[in-house]
């Protein structure tokens, strides 16, 4: 049975950094 | 590919939290997000107000534009209407809770303007 971590259930939204 | 979600959506995935707790992915709550992300190195964990969606240019595609983390960092993400996002203190939820039952079994709340997502970014952008 495949295991999947959490952190791919919610979306990485970061935020557009200046650079 | 936009044709269909990721596995993991589908209602019994096993989910492994960050302290190796393994949840299905319909029992999943707020705190298990809030407490994997306060043991992860590399991850927090973002609150992401929904203030706009828009229909997409693709059939069953909608546009999804988020005021991220406190300083309201705008961002536009265009998902399939059934892709499930998890509403702080209240679960899954999708712009068509429908679909996303029929296709997935996730049991879903509809995704409003105003709802507030569990969201990921780096520790090291904070």
């Known amino acids: 049975v495949p295991v999947f971590p ?9 935020p557009t950094q200046s650079d | 590919s936009l044709a ?3 596995p993991f ?12 707790e393994l949840k299905r992915v319909e029992d999943l709550k707020t705190e298990d ?12 964990i973002d609150s992401s107000t929904v203030e706009r969606i828009d229909t997409g240019q693709t059939p069953n595609v909608v546009v999804i534009q988020f005021g991220v983390g406190e300083l309201k960092a705008q961002v536009s993400v265009e998902v399939l209407m ?3 996002f998890f509403v702080f203190g209240q679960g899954w939820s999708s712009c068509c809770p ?8 996730l ?7 105003g709802d507030v997502c569990v969201s990921l970014t780096l520790r090291s952008l904070g």
Do not use: N
């Not at chain 1, 959490?6 to 970061?14: E, G, K």
């Not at chain 2, 959506?9 to 190796?20: K, V």
């Not at chain 2, 429908?98 to 079994?105: A, H, S």
């Open chain 1, 6 to 14: 959490w952190h791919s259930l919610v979306p990485f939204l970061a």
């Open chain 2, 4 to 6: 269909t979600l990721p």
């Open chain 2, 9 to 20: 959506f589908m209602r019994g995935s096993i989910i492994q939290l960050a302290d190796g």
């Open chain 2, 33 to 44: 997000f809030i407490q994997s992300a306060e043991i992860s190195s590399e991850l927090k």
């Open chain 2, 82 to 84: 059934e892709y499930p």
């Open chain 2, 98 to 105: 429908d679909r996303t039952t029929r296709l997935f079994e």
């Open chain 2, 107 to 113: 049991s879903c709340a509809k995704l409003c303007v």
